[in-house]
Nanobody, 126 residues
Framework: QEQEMESGGDLVEAGHSMRLTCVVSGLRIEHSAIAWLRQAPGKEREGVACIRWDVIKKYRDNVKRRFDISRNNAKNTLYRQMNSTKPDETAMYYC????????????????????WGQGTQVTVSL
């Protein structure tokens, strides 16, 4: 069974806010942990934020208090709000779905998510 996902891209000026939306189709997310991952040119993939099925959230340290991850199970949708954006956060961003209810042990490395979106480019300009 093939799963398809979508996510919206954006260009934002540093210090401003932006919001991404990921609509998941082909599988239900209500019992799964879901996450936002990113990969910048020349850098390793990394997890940015993860939200468990019970809405408990996890963030990597350098985005805490600026990022918010949320979900709407009825709409099968994942959201990401980012405030006080920084140029070094320019990257390809992906939404990803785990096949477990809790955030995978190495979610912050981007591991443990078998289902991925096609990615969307986010550029934070000076």
């Amino acid at each position: 069974q093939e799963q398809e996902m979508e996510s919206g891209g954006d260009l934002v000026e540093a210090g401003h806010s932006m919001r991404l939306t990921c609509v998941v189709s082909g599988l239900r997310i209500e019992h799964s942990a879901i996450a936002w991952l990113r990969q910048a040119p020349g850098k390793e993939r990394e997890g940015v934020a993860c939200i468990r099925w019970d809405v408990i959230k996890k963030y990597r340290d350098n985005v805490k208090r600026r990022f918010d991850i949320s979900r709407n199970n009825a709409k099968n949708t994942l959201y990401r709000q980012m405030n006080s954006t920084k140029p070094d956060e320019t990257a390809m961003y992906y939404c990803a779905v785990a096949d477990v209810s809790y955030c995978p042990e190495y979610w912050f490395q981007g591991d443990g998510f078998p289902y991925w979106g096609q990615g969307t480019q986010v550029t934070v300009s000076l």
